[in-house]
């Protein structure tokens, strides 16, 4: 696929802002146009002391018109900048919400298996690299392009031979950037990679600098560390040593406009063929170009900076999307099947996760997946909550393929509770409400005590009022985890799925827990899968999965006598048990 030039892409998200960008663009002009009158006003000014004694009331005259006109400039150019700004914050707001709705359609699994860093860094800090340049390059551009080519026009009018003497020191310029250009994409991309490197190596040093220090690593990762900044300066300082020698040469011959003009305007002037005040004039524009073409010079990095901004942001942009019907199904009934269900993660020749699985998990009942780790149990429960879609086969709730129900739909029938609880940055209360918004207060305690969370949380310095962020460093993963069986408990979903979602609760609190949700699940479709072997022994089916295939169905009873895999996990479980509380640790 033909990439898209990062204008276009850009342009694309300013549907809102057109007007303002136009109006932006209008003022930039006039004010270019504004700038030139003083010019002209000292033209005239030294029109008038060459040709005749001038009135002082012409002098002042014309004063008054070139301040005037200098005043309107940066009036405008205020103007203009102010709704290239704005233009530039609504087309990042636009880019903002358009890659958070995407990442929402996108299957739940993508946008998980993104590293967190990663995604950060390209919703706020890439798409931030955009606006600074993009709010200044509307106006300035326009100004920097415009005012010399008019400078350019005017010089021809006066005589075409000056206008070209002004452009002398172009040719060695151009010639200048084609060099630096040669190796410029290949230094920048390389810059840009080792910035990406340094910035992923930097979050995982501080994210595991706990980790670094229980196993003392410290000398290594800080080698690791060391390592990616020194390269990165290596990068930096290539690209700043290819780019700096030319950068010079052109600070130093752009403005050296007076190699053309000086000579050639001499020459004209001794042959009469240029007044003295049109060589004045044109000296004094040739020095007024200088600037902005040097600004305009600048613009070569910003465009190379947008360029990857926009480019990273399209890229995921074009996450494949889940498919969604958007058409609300009648689901009769809370049965959920799974007809000869195949997956793999890795899409292209990867090892299938499961295959040709069929189960059914009935409606009311409590099921359980257990077997050991890497047999997919997880991925059955993912796979019944959409987080991708299945390869082969299909899954069904009631009877309807889970594809042809809206996303939204799923969600409010499927409760889905893993080990990694999020709280928001909002209190404790308003975390748990997020299982319901139309619950009272009383529902959200109600909840808090069926998950085992009212005490802990009454402990905390505001009670239910405490905020997650302040709280968020002293609960414990246990207490967490209760939080979001509370959401759960207080969503009061059909079908609700546990990953492991009670694992680092103590031995005690998890029991009390799984008591709770048995009773507040009564009558639902209840899909554990737990390590702990002892709170699924009640379970109305416990599947056993191996490899991605369901080894044998049954009670526990059923099983122990059965299933010899199962027979080895419980006694495994029960020894373990024995030896936790034979060892004074208490399972946590
Ligand atoms: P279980 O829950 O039984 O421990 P999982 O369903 O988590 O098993 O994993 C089954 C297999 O799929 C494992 O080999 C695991 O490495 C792989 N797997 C799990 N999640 C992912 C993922 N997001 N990307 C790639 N492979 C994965």
Redesign the pocket.
Known sequence: MKQKSWISIVFSFASQCRGKIALSVLCAVISVAAGLIPYWSVYQIITFFIDSSPGMAEVWKWCGIGLGAYAVRFLLYGISTSLSHISAYTILENIRLTLAQRLMKAPL?TV??ESVGKLKSILVDRVETIELPLAHMIPECISNLLLPAAVFLYLVYIDWRMALAMLATLPFVLIAFAVMMKDFNQLYADYMESNNDVNGVIVEYVEGIEVIKAFNQSSSSYEKFARAVESFKGYTLKWYQNSWKVMNFVSAVLPSTFLGTLPIGMYLYWNGELTPQDLAMCLILSLGIVGPLMNFTTYINETKAIEYAVHDVEKLLHVEELPDTGTPVKVRSMDIQLQDVSFS??KEG??Q?LSHINLNIPKGRFTA?V????????????LIARFWDVDNGKITIGGVDIRDMPLSQLADIVSFVTQDNFLFNCSMKENIRLGNPNASDEEVYAAAKAACCDEFIQKLDDGYDTMAGDAGNRLSGGEKQRISIARLILKNAPIVIL?EATAFADQENEEKIHQSIAALTRGKTLLV?AHRLSTIKNADQIIV?QN?QVENIGTHQQLLDSSFLYRNLWEAHIGAQKWSVGSGKGGN
Do not use: F
């Open positions: 699994g998980i298996g993660y890795d990867g090892q996760v997946l077997g050991p780790s890497g047999g997919g149990k997880s991925t059955i429960a993912r990953d899968i999965l991605g």
